[in-house]
């Protein structure tokens, strides 16, 4: 064999500096564990670099039925399938009779490349070469010219599991080391035939998966198990066949052909056992992927030889290579061929874990992969699978696909691994190997009932699409940071759900009449004066502790402006005035007093229906609640006490917090809504006839106002969902009192469909024309407390489990950064937010009452700090448009 060094360095530039460093990926965990927080976790607006393969792909048995078609031979697939599992992939996908099908899809894709593998059966029936299937042949022959046609070029797997039948019968598969010759003369002849047409070559896919449940755990066809050493010596096989398949083309090929040949390795990412990083850990988390992507890419990759866990682990079962074997085992690989999907984790052995974490990372698997083997990495499969998804809308789909390129980028742009492609898995549905057809991975739908099998495209189709045209999430001019200034006028608040109610002064000073003097010659200690008392005087304001310490916090802020909420039931607890605890109201009032000294502007909210420890006097829970009318006119009885009480002092009121949060809470929540809404606007209108004049404030509702995005953008039912939540979740009490004086329209429409279906809990009620009048424009100002982003998706099914009225289900976006109770930190959403209440009700005055996030850190808050800082810009980003006051 002639040396091969100089044409390899000279045709293959990527071949320099290959040199792998086994171990060192150990650092991998420790790394991460440690990056920049919130930073390193948002969303990374960048493109991918320039020359970036983006792909596509199949495989043969999955999706080209014809399975007895043109002199097509059988595999080990077709005899598995029948024994072993209820479906086949007699017809699958039909691809070997849709090749104009499958271009259009791909064309519309707006790929660089696609990958496809040749069923070894097809061009060869019976395996051996001599015995060459002609229609075979010019099927391929065919795909690969349509797809140069339309400026695609192609990646081709020679092997993806579907062996010639006969060469099992003939030889008992890959077990027999016969199958190394009889695999490099098929290669041999698809290079001749081929090769001057494909530049991306892939000898063998998933080798760990065809061994260890093709051969051990009989999962995979052909079904063998029961040998404990055979999925080891089949492994050893594979590793000659590729080794000798790259040397073939390297020999007799590279240099006139000028492609690059590599093997498709597929690997599980593992995180340390309850996420404590030390060394011993670390090492099985080594261990554990050195035992599945390790066993292939170590001994190809950098020496030739299987990794030291394994050999230390398996002994006798692991099989040797000789020295000559690893001189021309290692460093046969142009590229390193990553795949990373469901199979890799459902394909997995729990053994193979070594009591550590599964973990869906696939950034940090690349960084490993690049600091022990040194190698340009084109990702040859990745994607998810949905099992639930039988339509077109395949939401489940696209968002793991938009989190797994995440992560690619992010892995280019921070980690600087050297990603040169990404292939999504697959092109269309297909037979899903020992799932059947009980799942789908297809970016293009297939009616597998259908004669047709026309492709039709999902919405991770248009996703992908959609990232290829952007190369990539290039940064939006909207969300990039905003300088400025907001108006002088502009108030900056802070707000606190509870305060704590002391009902006596715990200042000791004038309380004690005692009069001490110092042992300034003894202890040092403060001596009683036997006999002398001094004079006492009343509490003050100044006694509550509670009240100066927070006093001091927020004169350290510089706030000028705090919003706090009364307790109904700890001022009357009857319900009403006959009973007043005076002690609680004087708290109150000192509270009032001691911002104000302070320069602080009070803002009182007059009840949190939401709030356990809110709850109404239990003499109206006990008659019924919200329920009962009652309650109504006790809870404006209550707003008059509270004006008269403080209103001389307080000049920002807010009737009710989050009122619309209690469909979360109450069963008959229409009814409840229905009468808080009243109860608010009886409440504005005492104030507006009663007090305005002599105290001249302003009073509010403050909604719970998050953002709604479709979770599927390229969906109108999506779309139309996000809209539609939006008024039931905000425009239930937002267009009653701050629109038309009703509920928004589509709720109408929405209850009157439900009933016709004779859904349960549908009724909405009516108000009078009076109570309309009543309601309407009932508010000086907007208040909303807005906290995150939703993504909504539509659901057909009856089986919505957040909230029956909307049939709809809240998913999450796991690319956005989120806080550790999950919300997540969307500060777009603001603005959005913020639009969307001017162009439904106009210029109206805006307060954002309540916004932040939770943030588990002690001390270093740099989530909150993150969030309270993109939040107040996207309100500055507003502030000529809409915004005028806020406080958060």
């Known amino acids: 064999m002639k040396p091969s060094t100089f044409s390899v360095l000279f045709l293959c530039p990527w071949l320099l500096a290959v040199n792998g460093n086994p171990g060192a990926g150990e650092r991998t965990w420790a790394r991460f564990a440690s990056l920049p927080y919130p930073d390193d976790n948002l969303f990374l607006h960048d493109t991918f670099p320039e020359g970036f393969i983006w792909s596509v792909g199949t495989s043969a048995y999955q999706t080209e039925g014809g399975w007895q078609q043109d002199g097509k031979g059988q595999s080990v697939w077709d005899t598995f399938s029948r024994r072993q599992l209820t479906d086949n992939g007699d017809a699958a996908s039909d691809s070997y009779n849709q090749v104009e099908g499958d271009v259009s899809a791909i064309q519309s894709l707006g790929v660089t490349h696609y990958r496809f593998s040749i069923a070894w059966s097809r061009i060869f029936p019976d395996g051996l070469v001599t015995n060459l299937n002609e229609d075979g042949l010019s099927y391929y022959l065919h795909l690969i010219q349509r797809l140069r046609d339309i400026g695609v070029e192609p990646i081709v797997t020679l092997y993806h599991w579907d062996l010639p039948q006969a060469l099992q019968d003939m030889y008992g598969g890959w077990i027999n080391e016969t199958l190394v010759d009889r695999f490099s003369e098929y290669a041999d002849f698809c290079f001749k035939a081929l090769g001057d047409r494909v530049k991306y070559w892939i000898t063998i896919d998933n080798p760990y998966a065809l061994a260890w449940h093709g051969y051990g755990t009989g999962k995979l066809a052909p079904g063998i198990q029961g040998v404990p050493s055979a999925p080891f010596i089949v492994a050893h096989n594979l590793i000659k066949a590729h080794s000798r398949t790259w040397h073939i083309y390297n020999d007799h090929f590279r240099q006139s052909q000028q492609g690059y040949v590599s093997i498709a390795l597929a690997s599980h990412w593992v995180g340390p056992k309850d996420g404590v990083i030390n060394p011993e850990n670390v090492q099985l988390c080594q261990c554990s992927i050195n035992s599945v992507l390790g066993w292939f890419a170590k001994p190809i990759f950098v020496d030739g030889d299987y990794p030291a866990c394994m050999k230390d682990n398996l002994k006798h079962l692991l099989p040797v290579f000789d020295d000559g074997e690893k001189m021309k085992i290692k ?138 045209e952007d190369k990539g999430f290039p940064p939006e001019p909207e969300n990039k940071p905003m300088t400025g200034t907001f108006p002088h006028n502009f108030v900056w608040g802070i707000s606190e759900d509870v305060i704590k109610v002391e009902t006596a002064p715990t200042t000791p000073q004038f309380i004690d ?67 007043v605890i005076r002690a609680n109201l004087r708290y109150y009032k000192c509270y009032v007093s001691e911002l104000l000294r302070a320069n602080v502007t009070p803002v009182i909210v007059l009840y949190h229906p939401t709030l356990e420890d809110q709850s109404l006097p239990s003499a109206l829970e006990a008659n019924g609640g919200w329920m009962n009318p009652a309650t109504v006119r006790a809870f404006v009885e209550y707003a008059r006490f509270c004006f008269r009480q403080l209103g001389n002092k307080v000049k920002f009121w807010i009737t009710m917090s989050e009122p619309n949060g209690i469909k979360h809470l109450e069963a008959n929540f229409t009814i409840v809504g229905h009468n808080l809404i009243k109860a608010h606007a009886l409440v504005w209108h005492l104030y507006n006839n009663e007090f305005r004049k002599t105290q001249d404030g302003q009073v509010s509702v403050s909604l719970h106002a998050d953002w709604i995005d479709p979770a599927d953008p390229f969906s109108r039912d999506d779309t139309e969902a996000a809209a539609r939540t939006l008024e039931f979740d905000i425009g239930w009490f937002a267009e009653p009192i701050f629109g038309h004086g009703d509920y928004p329209f589509i709720m109408r429409d929405w209850q009157s469909q439900r009933q016709n279906a004779r859904w349960r809990d549908s ?86 009452t309540s916004n932040g996030i939770d943030d588990n850190s002690p001390s270093k808050d740099k989530l909150r700090v993150y969030y309270i800082q993109s939040y107040v810009n996207e309100a500055l980003k507003e502030r000529l448009r809409v915004l005028d006051r806020t406080w958060t």
């Open 763 to 848: 009724s909405l009620p009516f108000f009078t024309n009076e109570e309309k009048e009543l309601i309407r424009g009932s508010i000086d100002f907007v208040a909303l407390n807005h906290y995150t982003t939703h993504i909504v998706h539509l659901e057909r099914y009856d089986k919505a489990q957040n909230g029956f009225e909307f049939k709809v289900q809240h998913l999450k976006d796991t690319t956005w950064l989120a806080s550790p109770d999950g919300k997540a930190v969307v500060p777009w959403g603001l603005r959005k937010l913020l639009r969307w209440i001017k162009s439904k009700y106009g210029n109206i005055p805006i307060y954002i």
């Open 331 to 468: 460093k046969t690989a142009d590229f390193f061929a990553l795949s990373f999907g469901p199979l890799s984790f459902r394909l997995l052995d729990s053994s193979l874990l070594f009591n550590q974490s599964k973990n869906y990372n696939l950034r940090q698997l690349l960084s490993w992969i690049q600091i022990e083997y040194n190698s340009k990495i084109l990702i040859v499969e990745n994607g998810w699978d949905d099992s639930n998804s039988h339509t077109k809308r395949d939401v489940y789909n696209m968002y793991p696909l938009k989190n797994f390129l995440m992560d690619v980028l992010k892995a280019i742009k921070y980690d600087e691994v050297d990603v040169i492609g990404y292939t999504a898995w697959s092109l269309v549905d297909g037979f899903e190997w020992d799932a059947g057809y009980s799942t789908r991975r297809g970016l293009f739908y297939i009616d597998f009932q259908s004669k047709k099998k026309e492709r039709m495209p999902k919405s991770s189709a248009f996703f992908y699409r959609q990232v290829i």
């Open 513 to 579: 009449r005692n009069v001490y003097q110092w042992d300034i010659n003894g202890t040092g200690n403060l001596v009683k004066i036997n006999g002398v008392k001094g004079q006492s005087r009343k509490a003050q304001c100044t006694d509550y502790t509670s009240i100066r310490q927070e006093i001091h916090l927020l004169q350290n802020t510089h706030t000028s402006h705090f919003q706090f909420s009364l307790n109904w039931s700890l001022l009357l607890p009857s319900g009403d005035t006959t009973q």
